[in-house]
């Protein structure tokens, strides 16, 4: 049995040697991540690792491209800790209206490699997993965000 405080359910990306973490995302309008980005080449290889031992039943994919995280914008913030763009912002000048990229369904495994091939920038990954019926819990939903930039 999980108790959901219990978990705090962090999900891992790992390429290289290197692992990023990934806490639940709460606001809906605005990607959080962690301010150093996993690097690699496209296609873009890593292992994902989710934090339950039971494996999700449903599991997807998709990705946005954002500004270079060291660079201080109107639309992002970057800290000692997390960097986060918004989604949308209709009043800013120009106007934000980040594009998401699905890139499907995964296995519904707890953990596995994942191959991306996108064009050279900085990306937020986006995985949305959900548990079915986890003991007296009910569903759980989560939604984890990695930063990554592909190089030249």
């Known amino acids: 049995m999980y108790l959901l405080g219990a978990i705090t359910p962090l999900a891992r990306l790992e390429l290289g040697g290197k692992i990023q973490v990934a806490k639940l995302k709460g606001d809906s309008s605005v990607l959080s991540t962690s301010p150093l980005p996993l690097t690699g080449d496209s296609p873009f290889l890593a292992h994902l690792y989710l934090p339950l031992e ?3 039943g449903k599991l997807t994919l998709a990705v946005v491209m954002v500004s270079t995280p060291p660079t201080l914008q109107y639309d992002n913030v970057v800290s000692e800790d997390r ?3 918004r989604t949308e912002c ?3 000048t120009p106007p934000i209206s980040r594009e998401f990229r699905e890139l499907g369904e995964l296995p519904l495994l707890q953990d596995q490699e994942l191959k991306v091939p996108l064009e050279p920038g900085f990306y937020v990954l986006i995985v949305n997993a959900s548990w ?4 007296w819990f009910g569903n759980i939903d989560a939604t984890y965000q990695f930063l990554i930039e592909i190089r030249e």
């Open 54 to 56: 039971e494996p999700p």
């Open 83 to 85: 960097a986060e763009w």
């Open 90 to 92: 209709p009043l800013c």
């Open 132 to 135: 079915r019926e986890a003991e």
